[in-house]
């Protein structure tokens, strides 16, 4: 358990920026980009990036969609509808589930669940 309590300190620090710097569309941006680049660089994992990476572009790109198609909006969005911290937390809520996933399957491994 540990060995998470540094990224969960990562991801609720995300959420936390999310939540009360929303209105400063350019610092929450900024700084939930460098509270990614700080949990990749301790997971110190190429997939991460990957899955980081991937998960920023599509989810921006489908955010994109919605916003056109009208599905809904967003408050201080900053390209094509979009804020830029939105895929940007998409991308650490891919990285949280990854180590959740993990986090379990080392908890009960070898358990009947």
Request: hydrophobic share 60%; glycine share 6%.
């Amino acid at each position: 358990m540990r060995k998470y309590l540094p990224l969960l300190g990562l991801i609720t620090l995300n959420l936390l920026v999310v939540a009360f710097l929303w209105e400063h569309s350019i610092l929450s941006t900024l700084l939930v980009l460098f509270i990614g680049i700080a949990a990749l660089l301790y997971t110190k994992k190429e997939t991460d990036v990957i899955l980081y990476v991937l998960m920023v572009v599509v989810s921006f790109i489908f955010e994109a969609l919605f916003v056109h198609l009208g599905t809904w909006t967003h408050n201080n969005a900053d390209l094509l509808g979009v804020p830029l911290r939105l895929p940007l937390s998409w991308g650490m809520l891919a990285i949280a589930m990854k180590y959740l996933s993990v986090f379990l399957d080392e908890k009960f491994e070898g358990s009947n669940i």
